[in-house]
């Protein structure tokens, strides 16, 4: 059998981490001769879960720009990508998740006939500016692709629902984690030595993140809010929110939680201080995607403080809650979990619906079955 050729493309933290665990199943196939290509449309993040799983792209685009605009991550990506396709001349070119990187390099690969899988297909907040511009994102990625790798059988359902060829769905659980699997350790170090100061044991710790652009201003503000009153109100209550650097976010947060005890804000962390952050914290309140999903793999329960997910596996199976922004309503729930041992254990308890940490090798196996 002639080994087929697939060529991965990535650019941000979030693909980089759900990627690393298929790029080691692909170099691993001995029916694949595999390639990877970063856009770097985040750069210094992005370098550091390459350092982390020691990946060595092959090509990389160097696309980065400060206040690069959407419009410009696509062209340039588009563009670079041209050339590197037209090099390597994939069979296959593996996309993940729902940024702008996954749309220009699946629509890159569509240009020149190429077969697009797509990791992480299916997901779906059913609005289409919210999150925005990920729920266009995965919609239009959808559209070209040749393999659905759906990491849950609703993320397949949605994909039947929209019209899609059920022969082209494959339910493979979901790539974070295999990789957070990889990086957690119970006796891990943090080089912060305030993070290796607090007492996880006897505190209970909330993780909080939040940057959503649609989670700025007063939403973001109800978040804060609710949290500082949940620390003054239970004093074995400590909070680490590891801040975005959007300048908006920074502002919030400062005006709200800076002067307030046993919250600790500090500065972003790489992927592997955040993985162990959560296998160490009580619970976790987030407004982000990926960790709906790596938190409850370790026990975690999440409180989503968004008005939708398109992760609702989690919420059916029990291991997270949909909040919403309202502050009464995340106070409410926050310090339920806190105090109400029935109610934690439920969620820690729940059993995670995202997979057994081998998505990524069934996802090697589907692609050469499919050139037998």
């Known amino acids: 059998m002639k080994k087929i050729k697939v060529l991965t493309v990535f ?5 980089a981490v759900k990627m690393a665990p298929v790029v080691k ?23 550091q879960v390459l350092q982390i799983y020691d990946i060595k792209p092959d090509h990389d685009l160097d696309i980065f720009e400060h206040g690069q605009s959407l419009t410009k991550v696509t062209t340039r990506a588009l563009e670079g990508l041209e050339g590197i396709i037209k ?11 729902d940024t702008t990187t996954v749309f220009a390099g699946a629509l890159a690969g569509f240009y020149h006939r190429v077969k697009i899988g797509h990791v992480e297909a299916g997901l779906r907040s059913h609005d289409l500016y919210s999150p925005y511009p990920e729920e266009a994102n995965r919609k239009l990625t959808g559209v070209i ?18 019209g899609y060829d059920d022969e082209k769905i494959y339910i493979t659980g979901n790539t974070v984690i295999d ?6 350790k119970d006796d891990y170090k943090f ?43 239970n004093e074995d209550v400590e909070v680490v929110f590891p801040v975005h650097l959007n300048p908006k976010v920074r502002e919030i947060a400062n005006s709200i939680l800076d002067d307030t005890k046993r919250v600790h804000l500090i500065e972003p962390v790489d992927y592997l201080t955040m993985a162990n952050l959560q296998n160490k914290c009580h619970l976790v309140v987030t407004d982000s995607g990926g960790i709906q999903e790596e938190a409850p793999s370790l026990g975690k329960p999440v409180l989503v403080v968004r008005k939708e997910t398109e992760r609702p ?25 806190i105090n109400n ?32």
């Open 11 to 15: 650019g941000t933290r979030p693909e």
């Open 25 to 47: 199943a692909l170099n691993k196939n001995k029916y694949i001769d595999h390639e990877v290509c970063v856009t770097a449309q985040h750069r210094e993040m992005l370098d």
């Open 87 to 97: 090099k390597v001349k994939p069979d296959v070119l593996l996309v993940q998740g």
């Open 145 to 162: 692709t040749n393999y659905h790798f759906a990491p849950t059988e609703k993320n397949k359902q949605n994909l039947l629902d929209e």
């Open 179 to 184: 990789a957070l699997l990889e990086v957690v």
């Open 191 to 233: 080089e912060d030595e305030l993070l290796n100061d607090i007492d996880y044991e006897n505190k209970k710790v909330i993780l909080l993140t939040s940057h959503r652009r649609e989670n700025l201003g007063e939403p973001m503000e109800n978040i804060f809010t609710a949290i500082k009153e949940v620390v003054n109100k």
């Open 313 to 337: 596996e989690g919420i059916s199976a029990g291991t997270a809650k949909l909040l919403g922004v309202d502050k009464e309503k995340i106070f409410k729930e926050v310090d339920l979990l």
């Open 341 to 372: 041992d029935d109610e934690y254990k439920k969620m820690a308890n729940a059993v995670n619906p995202y997979g057994d940490g081998k998505a990524s090798e069934k996802i090697a196996d589907i692609i050469v079955d499919s050139f037998k």
